[in-house]
């Protein structure tokens, strides 16, 4: 059964402390990985697409990785506009659906 | 905007009352979902529709009954609800089954 964990559930940081949030996944033929970004009353805004160990995507202050077991978003210097949820999900080939986790919730503090 | 619409955005509903969730996309995809978004819960897939027709049926209890015309439009027909069935229903979209989801802003669904 695909599955999906991310971890912290929550994280607070300081204006310009950098960290990462992490996403393990277990998945029969891995499709891809995405990552979302959720605020508050709205839908989840897509970020970042992964298919492959060792690829990495960049946006501004965040930078997404992948492994064969886990993915980080790491968050440079990141502003008080990053406050979010961030979730991750999996699509593998056998089900051809998307699996969430639960998401990480992050506040940084000005 | 992300491109799907999603009407209304807010709702209150007795639990014998019968209302529909509408979600319009405006981005010439071909695949359209309804998912239910509970608080501390993961997102969960309901239904899936690719080129019009019903792929998907995760184990939804018959009080919603979803509705796909056309490749722009998706509806969710709810009656006979019960209170544990309020949360954030998202709509969203793909250009296939197997590609990037693109979300709408939700409707939050309250039943008393």
């Known amino acids: 059964e695909d599955q999906v964990t991310q971890s912290p559930e929550a994280l607070r940081l300081q204006e310009g402390e950098s960290s990462s949030l992490n996403c393990s996944y277990t998945?029969?033929?891995?499709?891809?990985l995405f990552w979302y970004r959720q605020d508050p009353g709205k839908g989840p805004e897509f970020l970042f697409t992964l298919y492959s160990a060792g690829e990495e995507k960049e946006k501004e202050r965040l930078k997404a990785t992948l492994t064969k077991k886990e993915s980080f978003l790491h968050i440079t210097a990141p502003k008080p506009e990053d406050s979010a949820t961030y979730l991750c999900a999996v699509l593998g080939e056998n089900t051809g659906k998307l699996i969430f986790g639960q998401g990480t919730t992050l506040q940084v503090k000005p | 905007e992300t491109g799907v619409t999603q009407t209304p955005r807010h709702l209150v509903m007795g639990m014998t009352n019968k209302k529909s969730l509408k979600c319009e996309q405006h981005?010439?995809?071909?695949?359209m979902y309804w998912y239910k978004q509970s608080a501390k819960k993961p997102l969960e897939l309901m239904f899936v529709y690719n080129f019009k027709e019903q792929t998907e049926n995760n184990s939804v209890p018959s009080r919603f009954s979803p509705e796909c015309p056309n490749s722009s439009h998706l509806f969710l027909h709810l009656h006979t609800l019960q209170p544990e069935d309020s949360a954030l229903y998202l709509c969203?979209?793909?250009?296939?089954?197997?590609?990037?989801?693109?979300f709408g802003a939700g409707t939050r669904l309250s039943v008393l």
């Open positions: 981005l010439g995809h071909n695949a």
């Open positions: 969203a979209s793909s250009q296939d089954a197997k590609n990037i989801q693109y």
């Open positions: 998945v029969s033929g891995l499709r891809g």
